[in-house]
Protein backbone atom coordinates (compact mmCIF):
# COMPACT_ATOMS: atom_id res chain seq x y z
CA UNK A 1 0.00 0.00 0.00
CA UNK A 2 1.46 3.32 -1.00
CA UNK A 3 2.31 5.40 2.26
CA UNK A 4 -0.01 8.71 2.52
CA UNK A 5 2.24 11.79 3.76
CA UNK A 6 0.85 15.22 4.81
CA UNK A 7 3.38 18.11 4.34
CA UNK A 8 2.39 21.69 4.63
CA UNK A 9 -1.48 20.48 5.17
CA UNK A 10 -1.21 18.42 1.48
CA UNK A 11 -1.61 14.74 0.90
CA UNK A 12 0.79 13.25 -1.09
CA UNK A 13 1.49 9.74 -1.88
CA UNK A 14 4.47 8.64 -2.17
CA UNK A 15 5.63 5.01 -3.85
CA UNK A 16 8.61 2.79 -3.35
CA UNK A 17 10.25 4.65 -0.57
CA UNK A 18 12.95 1.06 -0.09
CA UNK A 19 13.87 1.49 -3.37
CA UNK A 20 17.41 1.91 -4.22
CA UNK A 21 18.16 4.50 -6.56
CA UNK A 22 21.92 4.53 -5.73
CA UNK A 23 23.16 1.22 -5.92
CA UNK A 24 26.73 2.32 -5.16
CA UNK A 25 25.90 3.82 -1.53
CA UNK A 26 23.01 2.37 -1.12
CA UNK A 27 21.19 5.39 -0.93
CA UNK A 28 17.21 4.70 -0.94
CA UNK A 29 14.22 6.77 -2.50
CA UNK A 30 13.29 7.80 0.87
CA UNK A 31 16.78 9.29 1.87
CA UNK A 32 16.13 11.11 -1.68
CA UNK A 33 13.28 11.62 -0.38
CA UNK A 34 14.40 13.19 2.78
CA UNK A 35 17.50 14.75 1.53
CA UNK A 36 15.23 17.27 -0.33
CA UNK A 37 13.07 18.25 2.75
CA UNK A 38 16.06 18.77 4.44
CA UNK A 39 17.50 21.57 1.62
CA UNK A 40 14.42 22.87 0.92
CA UNK A 41 15.22 26.14 2.58
CA UNK A 42 17.84 26.87 0.37
CA UNK A 43 16.78 25.39 -2.63
CA UNK A 44 13.14 26.49 -2.76
CA UNK A 45 14.57 29.75 -3.52
CA UNK A 46 16.26 29.04 -6.10
CA UNK A 47 13.45 27.19 -8.17
CA UNK A 48 10.80 29.45 -7.22
CA UNK A 49 9.17 30.76 -10.66
CA UNK A 50 11.38 28.98 -12.95
CA UNK A 51 9.67 26.51 -15.03
CA UNK A 52 11.35 23.24 -14.43
CA UNK A 53 12.57 20.45 -16.61
CA UNK A 54 12.62 17.45 -15.02
CA UNK A 55 15.11 14.77 -16.45
CA UNK A 56 13.92 11.82 -14.82
CA UNK A 57 15.68 8.29 -13.74
CA UNK A 58 12.78 6.82 -11.56
CA UNK A 59 15.63 3.04 -11.76
CA UNK A 60 18.01 5.25 -10.67
CA UNK A 61 20.93 6.21 -12.73
CA UNK A 62 21.43 2.95 -14.26
CA UNK A 63 17.76 2.69 -15.74
CA UNK A 64 16.37 5.08 -18.54
CA UNK A 65 16.75 8.54 -18.09
CA UNK A 66 14.87 11.30 -19.94
CA UNK A 67 13.64 14.81 -19.82
CA UNK A 68 9.95 15.13 -19.06
CA UNK A 69 9.14 18.75 -19.90
CA UNK A 70 5.50 19.56 -19.86
CA UNK A 71 3.35 19.11 -16.60
CA UNK A 72 3.24 15.09 -16.12
CA UNK A 73 0.22 12.95 -15.77
CA UNK A 74 -1.78 12.81 -12.69
CA UNK A 75 0.47 16.51 -11.13
CA UNK A 76 -1.77 17.54 -8.28
CA UNK A 77 -4.07 20.41 -8.71
CA UNK A 78 -2.41 22.44 -6.13
CA UNK A 79 0.77 22.31 -8.15
CA UNK A 80 1.72 25.52 -9.72
CA UNK A 81 2.14 25.27 -13.51
CA UNK A 82 2.52 28.04 -15.62
CA UNK A 83 2.57 28.52 -19.57
CA UNK A 84 5.52 28.88 -21.31
CA UNK A 85 6.71 30.31 -24.96
CA UNK A 86 8.25 27.73 -26.63
CA UNK A 87 9.42 28.38 -30.74
CA UNK A 88 7.09 24.87 -31.40
CA UNK A 89 4.10 26.77 -29.74
CA UNK A 90 3.59 27.97 -25.73
CA UNK A 91 3.38 24.67 -23.35
CA UNK A 92 2.87 24.31 -20.12
CA UNK A 93 5.11 23.16 -17.19
CA UNK A 94 5.50 22.74 -14.04
CA UNK A 95 6.87 25.48 -11.20
CA UNK A 96 7.56 24.14 -7.91
CA UNK A 97 6.74 27.28 -5.39
CA UNK A 98 7.11 25.31 -2.11
CA UNK A 99 7.79 22.05 0.07
CA UNK A 100 4.63 19.93 -0.49
CA UNK A 101 5.36 20.59 -4.47
CA UNK A 102 8.92 19.93 -3.73
CA UNK A 103 8.32 16.45 -2.22
CA UNK A 104 5.68 15.52 -4.82
CA UNK A 105 8.39 16.11 -7.74
CA UNK A 106 11.05 14.89 -5.77
CA UNK A 107 8.61 11.73 -5.51
CA UNK A 108 9.41 11.86 -9.53
CA UNK A 109 12.79 10.75 -8.96
CA UNK A 110 14.65 13.77 -11.14
CA UNK A 111 16.79 16.34 -11.60
CA UNK A 112 15.54 19.79 -11.40
CA UNK A 113 16.72 22.00 -14.15
CA UNK A 114 15.79 25.64 -14.60
CA UNK A 115 16.14 28.36 -17.02
CA UNK A 116 17.52 31.95 -16.57
CA UNK A 117 14.61 33.79 -16.25
CA UNK A 118 11.44 33.39 -14.39
CA UNK A 119 7.90 33.47 -15.63
CA UNK A 120 6.72 36.89 -14.91
CA UNK A 121 9.12 37.84 -17.71
CA UNK A 122 10.16 34.95 -20.61
CA UNK A 123 11.96 37.40 -22.38
CA UNK A 124 14.34 38.79 -19.52
CA UNK A 125 17.03 36.89 -18.29
CA UNK A 126 17.93 37.71 -14.74
CA UNK A 127 20.86 35.04 -15.01
CA UNK A 128 24.21 34.21 -16.57
CA UNK A 129 25.74 31.11 -16.64
CA UNK A 130 28.99 29.18 -17.75
CA UNK A 131 29.13 25.20 -17.69
CA UNK A 132 33.01 24.32 -17.52
CA UNK A 133 33.37 20.44 -18.70
CA UNK A 134 36.40 19.07 -18.83
CA UNK A 135 37.56 17.13 -21.25
CA UNK A 136 39.78 13.94 -20.23
CA UNK A 137 42.70 13.95 -18.83
CA UNK A 138 41.10 17.21 -17.72
CA UNK A 139 39.30 17.60 -14.34
CA UNK A 140 37.58 19.71 -12.17
CA UNK A 141 40.89 20.94 -11.07
CA UNK A 142 41.62 23.02 -14.65
CA UNK A 143 37.93 24.12 -14.40
CA UNK A 144 38.64 25.82 -11.41
CA UNK A 145 41.60 27.45 -13.39
CA UNK A 146 39.53 28.69 -16.07
CA UNK A 147 36.66 29.45 -13.23
CA UNK A 148 39.17 31.91 -11.77
CA UNK A 149 39.80 33.50 -15.09
CA UNK A 150 35.72 34.28 -16.19
CA UNK A 151 35.54 35.86 -12.48
CA UNK A 152 38.03 38.26 -13.06
CA UNK A 153 36.87 39.32 -16.95
CA UNK A 154 33.22 39.35 -15.28
CA UNK A 155 34.25 41.46 -12.48
CA UNK A 156 35.83 44.08 -15.02
CA UNK A 157 32.26 44.37 -16.57
CA UNK A 158 31.12 44.96 -12.59
CA UNK A 159 28.70 41.32 -12.81
CA UNK A 160 29.87 38.91 -10.11
CA UNK A 161 30.15 35.46 -10.20
CA UNK A 162 29.73 32.30 -7.59
CA UNK A 163 30.62 28.95 -8.37
CA UNK A 164 28.79 25.93 -8.00
CA UNK A 165 29.72 21.80 -8.87
CA UNK A 166 27.91 20.70 -11.88
CA UNK A 167 27.47 17.51 -9.71
CA UNK A 168 29.41 15.71 -12.68
CA UNK A 169 32.70 16.16 -13.78
CA UNK A 170 32.85 20.35 -14.30
CA UNK A 171 31.93 23.56 -12.73
CA UNK A 172 29.06 25.67 -13.10
CA UNK A 173 29.34 29.58 -12.83
CA UNK A 174 26.52 31.38 -11.90
CA UNK A 175 25.83 35.50 -11.46
CA UNK A 176 22.76 37.88 -11.37
CA UNK A 177 21.88 40.18 -14.19
CA UNK A 178 19.51 42.51 -15.05
CA UNK A 179 17.89 44.42 -17.89
CA UNK A 180 19.13 42.05 -20.79
CA UNK A 181 17.17 39.58 -23.29
CA UNK A 182 18.65 35.80 -23.56
CA UNK A 183 20.11 36.36 -26.80
CA UNK A 184 21.84 40.25 -25.45
CA UNK A 185 23.17 37.55 -22.47
CA UNK A 186 24.20 34.71 -24.68
CA UNK A 187 26.12 37.00 -26.92
CA UNK A 188 28.49 38.54 -24.31
CA UNK A 189 28.87 34.90 -22.53
CA UNK A 190 30.09 33.78 -25.91
CA UNK A 191 32.56 36.75 -26.22
CA UNK A 192 33.67 35.92 -23.50
CA UNK A 193 33.86 32.41 -23.65
CA UNK A 194 36.15 33.47 -26.65
CA UNK A 195 38.51 35.82 -24.98
CA UNK A 196 38.95 33.24 -22.59
CA UNK A 197 40.09 30.74 -25.16
CA UNK A 198 42.04 33.42 -26.82
CA UNK A 199 43.87 34.12 -23.49
CA UNK A 200 44.41 30.49 -22.34
CA UNK A 201 44.70 28.42 -26.06
CA UNK A 202 46.06 25.60 -24.32
CA UNK A 203 43.59 25.22 -21.65
CA UNK A 204 39.76 26.62 -23.00
CA UNK A 205 37.56 25.98 -26.01
CA UNK A 206 34.65 27.41 -26.66
CA UNK A 207 32.83 25.32 -29.33
CA UNK A 208 31.87 21.73 -28.38
CA UNK A 209 34.14 19.87 -31.20
CA UNK A 210 34.66 16.62 -29.78
CA UNK A 211 38.51 15.83 -31.43
CA UNK A 212 39.51 19.20 -29.76
CA UNK A 213 38.14 18.26 -26.44
CA UNK A 214 40.68 15.90 -24.38
CA UNK A 215 42.63 17.95 -22.00
CA UNK A 216 40.55 21.14 -22.50
CA UNK A 217 37.83 22.63 -20.41
CA UNK A 218 34.99 23.81 -23.00
CA UNK A 219 33.06 26.98 -21.69
CA UNK A 220 29.43 26.05 -22.96
CA UNK A 221 28.20 29.93 -22.96
CA UNK A 222 25.11 28.28 -25.02
CA UNK A 223 23.02 27.43 -22.15
CA UNK A 224 21.94 31.31 -21.74
CA UNK A 225 19.46 30.73 -24.73
CA UNK A 226 16.13 31.24 -23.66
CA UNK A 227 15.08 27.26 -24.51
CA UNK A 228 17.73 26.00 -22.37
CA UNK A 229 18.03 24.54 -19.32
CA UNK A 230 20.98 24.05 -16.34
CA UNK A 231 20.81 22.00 -13.32
CA UNK A 232 19.46 23.87 -10.42
CA UNK A 233 21.77 24.79 -7.59
CA UNK A 234 21.18 21.09 -5.08
CA UNK A 235 19.81 19.13 -7.21
CA UNK A 236 20.93 15.51 -6.82
CA UNK A 237 22.26 14.11 -10.24
CA UNK A 238 21.63 10.71 -12.07
CA UNK A 239 25.27 9.31 -11.37
CA UNK A 240 26.35 6.45 -10.04
CA UNK A 241 27.04 8.00 -6.46
CA UNK A 242 24.03 10.38 -4.99
CA UNK A 243 26.16 13.68 -6.49
CA UNK A 244 25.12 16.83 -5.92
CA UNK A 245 25.43 20.37 -7.81
CA UNK A 246 26.54 22.12 -4.55
CA UNK A 247 28.16 25.81 -3.96
CA UNK A 248 31.56 26.39 -3.18
CA UNK A 249 33.51 29.42 -2.08
CA UNK A 250 35.87 30.37 -4.37
CA UNK A 251 38.62 29.61 -1.46
CA UNK A 252 37.37 25.98 -2.21
CA UNK A 253 38.10 26.44 -6.35
CA UNK A 254 40.91 28.74 -5.82
CA UNK A 255 42.86 25.25 -3.14
CA UNK A 256 41.25 22.60 -5.66
CA UNK A 257 44.17 20.38 -6.38
CA UNK A 258 42.19 17.17 -6.77
CA UNK A 259 38.74 16.24 -8.34
CA UNK A 260 37.38 14.33 -5.42
CA UNK A 261 37.82 17.47 -3.15
CA UNK A 262 35.24 19.34 -5.33
CA UNK A 263 32.51 16.16 -5.32
CA UNK A 264 29.72 16.26 -2.73
CA UNK A 265 27.20 13.62 -2.13
CA UNK A 266 24.00 13.87 -0.43
CA UNK A 267 25.21 13.29 2.90
CA UNK A 268 27.93 16.13 2.80
CA UNK A 269 25.22 19.12 2.34
CA UNK A 270 23.20 19.70 5.26
CA UNK A 271 26.33 20.54 7.10
CA UNK A 272 28.00 22.77 4.58
CA UNK A 273 24.46 24.48 4.70
CA UNK A 274 24.68 24.46 8.42
CA UNK A 275 28.60 25.95 8.15
CA UNK A 276 27.97 28.34 5.24
CA UNK A 277 24.53 28.86 4.97
CA UNK A 278 23.10 29.65 0.54
CA UNK A 279 26.48 30.19 -1.15
CA UNK A 280 24.54 31.38 -3.41
CA UNK A 281 21.76 33.59 -1.78
CA UNK A 282 23.82 36.50 -3.43
CA UNK A 283 22.03 35.97 -6.46
CA UNK A 284 18.66 36.46 -5.56
CA UNK A 285 19.61 39.94 -4.30
CA UNK A 286 18.05 42.01 -7.50
CA UNK A 287 20.06 44.61 -6.11
CA UNK A 288 23.42 42.85 -6.86
CA UNK A 289 22.49 41.70 -10.07
CA UNK A 290 24.94 43.24 -12.44
CA UNK A 291 24.10 44.57 -16.56
CA UNK A 292 25.67 43.26 -19.15
CA UNK A 293 27.72 45.73 -21.39
Same mark, same amino acid.
Given at each position: MTPITEVEGRRLALSNLEKVLYPATGLTKGEVLHYYATVADVLLPHLRDRPLSFLRYPDGPDGQIFFAKNVPPGTPEW???????? !?? /??????? =????? *????????VTEFHTPQWVIQDPSVADRLVFDLDPGSPATVVECCEVAAWLRE??????????????? !?? /??????? =????? *??????????????????MPRLVLHRMTRSLRPGKVFVDWSQNAARKTTAAPYTLRARDEPAVSAPVTWEEVEGCRSARTLTFLASDIAPRVQDYGDLLAPLLDGGRAGVVP
Open positions: VTTAEVPR !SE /GPARMVV =VQDLA *SLVWAANLRLAADGIEAYPKTSG !SK /GLHLLAA =VRGAS *SERVTEYAKRLAVEAERG
